[in-house]
């Protein structure tokens, strides 16, 4: 009985941290809005507080890894605020798989914005 709920609590996580990835791509390169920024250290916050309540059931890499997307690559590529955020928060060695994925999918056409 109790063990579908935190399943429920991490797929309700996942869905947030793709909802705010999705947010985030969606930007104009340039500002970094701070509500967004501060919905992300929310996010943050709030993935390890459920890793401190379920670290039998998952591990940091459960979490971690669900940032690791060619999206998110384009978003820290974009936004040194946003990199600096996961630095702090999960060690830069997060920072390396993302950018890892991003180069691993793609964003060869570096030149398609060129006029």
Known sequence: MKSAKPDERFDSLVAQVHEWVE???????????SELLSD?????????SFLDDEG???????????FVTPEMAEVIERFPRVRRLMENAWGAQLTD??????GFNGFESDDDDDD
């Open 23 to 33: 947010s985030a791509v969606a930007l104009d390169e340039g500002h970094f809005p």
């Open 40 to 48: 992300l250290q929310d996010l943050i916050e709030e993935l390890k």
């Open 97 to 102: 798989l993302i950018e890892e994925e991003g």
């Open 56 to 66: 039998g059931n998952y591990d940091r890499k459960d979490v971690t890894e669900l």
